[in-house]
């Protein structure tokens, strides 16, 4: 999806701002630099939102908590791709694969550091807190989907996965501009509380998509497709598939998502909900159009790998 994203020179633009905000940081307090595959979903969630706020809301400050946002996504990678055994992330080599389990627990935890130091420097206490809440919200999920690996899971319990392990920093993220308001308004309240809510929904949609191009092999996401599968994570893509068991091999799986239209289903429900979330963010996201840009991305992925799909059908 971040090749769509490139090729928005808005958007393009917007994320260098971003990265720029957050280099000047992070230089500033001799925390690690960035990589330039890094695609900063969750800070711009909330640099869309500055624009939203009353204007007297300090940069600096902002720039901290979106970086460590960032920071502490990035640590999560690490980790995450230790559990995993991951070797390819964002179509490279993952620090684990190419340096080892001990150095990749090494980098993840120092990424932690930053990130903490980074929102102590913000100077917001209540924030701080919500981070750490955040954060823990993330481990939570985590724990809990691997708990319940080789598990058939029912839709409530999918989604109560994906918003902690995801949605949480999401919504995080989309409400920092709001806790930098000069004035402490009533209304800086109620900005904090629609954009926690629809960062939550926002994230959770990101990880049913993830989880959707899991299962479709040429869809280029720029790392192995049918992990969930390979590790036992039920997902959206397997739910109302007849019979399903995880003892069936691969490709059983394969076939019957194919038969009984699972991922066309999947990414009809994506689309369907993409545009209901576009019609909250218009009475949020007056002033930015980073998000309607992402969601645009997305649609446009989710038609060309289908599109895709069906033509390969057509020529059987």
């Known amino acids: 999806m971040e090749e769509l994203l490139k090729e928005n ?7 260098e701002q971003l990265n720029q905000r957050i ?7 001799n925390i690690p630099k960035l990589g330039s595959e890094s695609k900063l979903l969750r800070p711009l969630l909330g640099f869309a939102a500055i624009g ?7 940069d600096r400050q902002i720039s901290m908590a979106l970086a460590a946002v960032q920071m502490i996504h990035e640590a999560s990678l690490f980790h995450d791709d230790i559990l995993d055994a991951a070797t390819i992330r964002r179509k490279y ?3 684990v694969n190419h340096k080892g389990h001990a150095y990749a627990l090494m980098m993840g935890d120092r990424y932690i550091a930053a990130a903490f130091k980074l929102m102590a420097a913000s100077g917001s206490l209540s924030l701080i807190r919500l981070f750490a809440d955040s954060i823990e919200a993330v481990i939570l999920g985590e724990i809990q989907q691997n708990s319940l690996c080789g598990k058939i899971l029912d839709f409530e319990t999918v989604s109560q996965i994906n918003e902690k392990k995801t949605g949480a920093l999401f919504s ?6 709001f806790f930098f308001e000069k004035a402490d308004s009533q209304e800086a309240v109620i900005k904090q509380k629609k ?3 629809f960062g939550m929904k926002f994230g959770t949609l990101y990880q049913h998509l993830d989880d959707l191009l899991d299962y479709a092999p040429h869809a280029e996401s720029g790392k192995p497709p049918y992990q969930d599968f390979m590790h036992k994570k039920w997902t959206l893509v397997l739910q109302g598939v007849k019979g399903f068991s995880w003892e069936w091999p691969l490709d059983k799986v394969q076939k019957a998502l194919e038969e009984q239209g699972r991922l066309s289903k999947t990414a009809q429900q994506i689309m369907l909900r993409i545009d209901e979330l576009a019609g ?4 949020l996201y007056v002033q930015s159009k980073i998000v ?3 969601f645009e991305s997305w649609k446009q992925k989710l038609q060309a790998v289908f599109e895709l799909k069906f033509s390969k059908e057509t020529h059987v």
Request: with cysteine; proline share 5%.
């Open 52 to 58: 939203e706020s009353s204007g007297d809301a300090d």
């Open 195 to 197: 954009h926690k809510a």
């Open 172 to 177: 995080f993220a989309a409400a920092i501009p």
């Open 292 to 294: 309607f840009i992402i």
């Open 93 to 95: 080599n993952t620090t």
């Open 280 to 283: 909250e963010a218009e009475v």
């Open 9 to 15: 020179p808005l958007l393009q633009k917007n994320i």
């Open 23 to 29: 280099g000047k940081v992070c230089l500033e307090l």
